[in-house]
């Protein structure tokens, strides 16, 4: 159990993290020896598995293959509590605190007890939040709820603080796979700002300058899905 144990220390050495998120739902899983291969070349590290809309057991499946061919972290990033596996290292027990569906504060959490209870997956428990991002993306359909306009910096800074006051390990500024706009250096740098624990931003980011910019404004940890789904070639760039 030394995954948020080794974020922190890694922000205490001002180094920055990177994971690389699959969706067992766009990914096939022949394809994962190849596609490892890439992030172990690169300087990601870690991996993140999950999706908003996963069939039952292909979370399972894709886990094992990726930990047959990777000694990084592989961290569950759940859609659904039926994503939950032992094979995986970690999960993020996300709380939705961005939008007010109890499902997601709180009731998909009580569900996913029973299974956690089997397994000795460390459980991190992290505050996400859905910030608008020019489009209608798959988190906010399937948990019926709004994310919080990028204009409303008070409120996403107050959201994330809460977080923190009430015991979180983690902040997620999350725009959504495939965001218009990844979340802004303003809101990055204001959430920073106020906060003292691990920041993590993800949704919208395909270049290595955005990347090197959601560093810079205060990310520790980059989370990166859609473009490496969609151009493999990205991975040249972020060689180790
Ligand atoms: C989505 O933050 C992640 O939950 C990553 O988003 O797929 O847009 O990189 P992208």
Not at 3 to 13: E, P, Q, V, W
Not at 125 to 138: C, F, M, Q, R, W
Not at 146 to 161: E, F, G, L, V, Y
């Amino acid at each position: 159990k030394n995954i948020l144990s080794g974020i922190k220390s890694s922000i205490f050495k001002e180094d920055k993290l990177l994971a690389i998120l699959i969706d067992p739902d766009k990914f096939l899983i022949e394809n994962t020896a190849s596609f490892i291969a890439k992030i172990n070349a690169s300087i990601a590290t870690h991996i993140f598995v999950g999706g908003s809309t996963v069939e039952v057991d292909a979370t399972e499946a894709l886990v094992k293959e990726i930990k047959n061919h990777t000694t990084l972290p592989v961290i569950l990033f759940p859609g659904d509590v039926t994503q939950i596996t032992n094979e995986a290292d970690g999960l993020l027990f996300l709380s939705l605190i961005s939008g007010r569906n109890p499902e997601y504060l709180i009731g998909k959490h009580i569900e996913a007890v029973s299974k956690l209870k089997k397994n000795n997956l460390e459980v991190i428990p992290t505050g996400y939040i859905l910030i608008e991002s020019g489009k209608i993306i798959a988190v906010q359909r399937v948990t019926n709820t709004q994310p919080i306009s990028q204009n409303s910096i008070n409120q996403i800074t107050n959201t994330a603080k809460a977080a923190e006051l009430l015991g979180m390990q983690l902040v997620y500024l999350e725009a959504g796979s495939g965001a218009k706009y990844a979340v802004s250096e303003e809101i990055i740098k204001a959430v920073k700002a106020i906060l003292n624990i691990p920041l993590i931003v993800g949704g919208g980011i395909r270049s290595k300058k955005q990347l090197e910019s959601a560093y810079i404004a205060g990310a520790d940890l980059v989370v990166i899905g859609t473009a490496f789904e969609e151009d493999e070639t990205f991975f040249n760039q972020i060689k180790k």
